[in-house]
């Protein structure tokens, strides 16, 4: 491991709970230690599951105590190698250092750190109130992109690691319903095409995910969402798709030609559409 020259970017001593310290070595092959940023999240949670059936160590990372403890049970019950959890508003860009540091150390390093926070936020109230689409733009793309350069780096120094994002097919192209969240993830999808163009030649992976709609507890309320994704299926691609490094991903599959069609639709016929 070679020795990091940003003072940013030294590790602080864990603060562990809960159970064993992790290995020291992960194989190649083997268990992999996953950082999962917005551990609470709907799709989040049903990826660790997959990866706490398999034995991984786990860092896992939310705002709500409740829930999180009852994911890390979850995961420690289904057989993780090593469950470590702690209680954080991602917001807060200016504890992502000492918190990302404390979390590769309890883990023992970092083979995937894994990013699902995100708000849906309220588009009619974000077109009258500027501190509501601020609020949005910042945990959707301020937030992750802090997150995203602290662990770049760190990879990067490593020659090692993959940093899987969820971003959205909303960011392919802005709509009236909700264009404030997809210009989020539109920002987010850019800044990780540059970032895995800027890294994938220091031996790290990039991935950008891309669902469509999703039964989580982003889309409850949303109309027709009986008919969403199915997120256990939606999570074992994704899981799936960080095994394989992959650069992107659009899950379910379809969303690839969807979202074609759309970018493809000429704008002054766009601008008519109630979409
Ligand atoms: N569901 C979909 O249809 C869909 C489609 C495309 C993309 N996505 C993206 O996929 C990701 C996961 O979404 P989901 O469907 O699983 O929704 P979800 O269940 O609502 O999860 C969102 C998670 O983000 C967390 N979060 C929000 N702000 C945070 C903050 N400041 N600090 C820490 N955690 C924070 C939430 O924590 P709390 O529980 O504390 O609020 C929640 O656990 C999001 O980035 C979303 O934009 C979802």
Same mark, same amino acid.
């Given at each position: 491991m070679s020795t990091p020259t !940003?003072?940013?970017?030294e590790p602080v001593l864990p603060t562990r709970r809960n159970t064993e310290p992790a290995t020291k070595t992960t194989p190649a092959t083997g268990p992999k230690r996953i950082l999962v940023l917005g551990a609470t999240s709907g799709i989040a949670e049903a990826c660790i599951r997959l990866w706490a059936e398999r034995g991984d160590s786990l860092y896992l990372v939310a705002r709500n105590a409740d829930k999180l403890a009852a994911v890390a049970a979850d995961a420690r019950t289904r057989g993780a190698g090593y469950v470590n959890f702690v209680v954080a $508003?991602? $917001? /807060? #860009? =200016? #504890?992502h250092p000492e918190l990302l540091a404390h979390a590769i150390n309890s883990l023992a390093g970092l083979d995937v750190a894994y990013l699902a926070l995100g708000v849906l936020g309220e588009q009619p109230k974000a077109e009258r109130n500027f501190d509501e689409a601020a609020s949005i733009l910042h945990t959707n793309f301020v937030a992750p992109v802090s997150l995203l350069t602290w662990l770049a780096n760190y990879c990067a120094q490593r020659h090692a690691g993959t940093l899987a994002v969820l971003s959205s097919v909303a960011g392919d192209r802005g709509r009236k319903s909700n264009y404030v969240y997809g210009s989020s993830k539109a920002g987010l999808s850019a800044f990780l095409a540059g970032l895995r163009n800027r890294v994938d030649r220091e031996g790290v992976t990039v991935i950008t995910i891309k669902p469509g709609p999703v039964k989580t507890a982003m889309t409850?309320?949303? /109309?027709?969402?009986? /008919?969403? =994704? !199915?997120v256990d299926k939606v999570a074992a691609t994704i899981v799936k798709a960080i095994d394989k490094g992959q650069d992107e991903l659009y899950v379910p599959g379809i969303w690839r030609i969807i979202m074609g069609v759309i970018r493809a639709i000429p704008e002054r016929i766009f601008k008519k559409l109630n979409l």
């Open positions: !940003n003072p940013q970017l $508003d991602l $917001d /807060k #860009t =200016a #504890t409850q309320s949303m /109309k027709g969402s009986e /008919k969403f =994704a !199915n």
